[in-house]
């Protein structure tokens, strides 16, 4: 089975520039996560799915930050304008709660570097 | 004060050594806890997955949970050069909405040594 697909792998850019960031979850995981990582702060929330709902976005650092999940298989993380600090990389998760609760998967992440 | 705290290391030890790595925790509403490995310009795997206090053994992997110390473990026996990583911990809440947010350690960046 595929797992979470993320695209692009690496990206850069110079600031003021709009990015778009994209994420393909499992097939049949209804919960879709993005998240942050850095050195100084290390592996941050910023915004879960259920079912293609947004449910919480408090982690989403500041409204030049959206994220959108228009179907069951696909999701965008939005930044603009960009910034040299979300110079950072960007997972994409999903997982399946069901019955059974099951564990979040991670794809292999975007590399964003903001000029 | 973090809800995690994990010791970022690094740590490195000889192959065939037993590691240990630790994570404590402030939440007492963390019900769920993982421990994710990641190598260099990977995303997180999985490695062990638990619920409420107890060992798990997978293979070389025993994870332990004890909730009334807010504290959690992985111990990886006859350690091996492709166990080197970073290691995270992570936990979430057991019930709601809620339940699905997790909260991650630092990490701890192992390396073994041939």
């Known amino acids: 089975d595929a797992g979470v697909i993320q695209s692009p792998r690496h990206e850069v850019t110079e600031m003021g520039q709009e990015v778009t960031l994209r994420c393909k979850p499992i097939s049949g995981h209804d919960y879709l996560f993005w998240y942050r990582q850095t050195m100084m702060r290390g592996l941050e929330l ?29 999701s965008t993380l939005k930044i603009q304008p960009s910034e040299p600090r979300d110079s950072a990389v960007y997972f994409c998760a999903s997982s399946s709660q069901g019955a059974r609760r099951q564990p979040q998967h991670f794809g292999d992440g975007t590399r964003l570097s903001i000029l | ?23 404590t925790y402030s939440n007492s ?66 019930g709601g909405q809620g339940a699905q947010k997790l909260v991650f350690g630092q990490g701890t960046r192992l390396t073994i040594n041939p």
């Not at chain 2, 995270?88 to 057991?94: D, F, I, R, T, V």
Request: proline letters at 8%; charged letters at 20%.
């Open chain 2, 29 to 94: 509403a963390f019900q769920y806890f993982m421990w994710y490995r990641q190598y260099s310009r990977k995303g997180p795997e999985l490695l062990m997955y638990t619920y409420s206090s107890g060992n798990k053994e997978d293979g070389r992997f025993t994870a332990q949970v004890d909730k009334s110390s807010k504290y959690i473990s992985l111990f990886i026996r006859d350690s091996q050069p492709s166990d080197s990583a970073t290691y995270l911990c992570a936990m979430s809440p057991g």
């Open chain 1, 46 to 74: 910023l915004i879960y799915f259920n079912n293609n709902v947004p449910i919480d976005d408090s982690g989403m650092p500041e409204d030049r930050f959206s994220a959108k999940m228009p179907n069951a298989s696909f």
């Open chain 2, 1 to 23: 004060q973090k809800e995690v705290e994990q010791d970022p290391g690094p740590l490195s030890v000889p192959e065939g050594a037993i590691v240990s790595l630790n994570c």
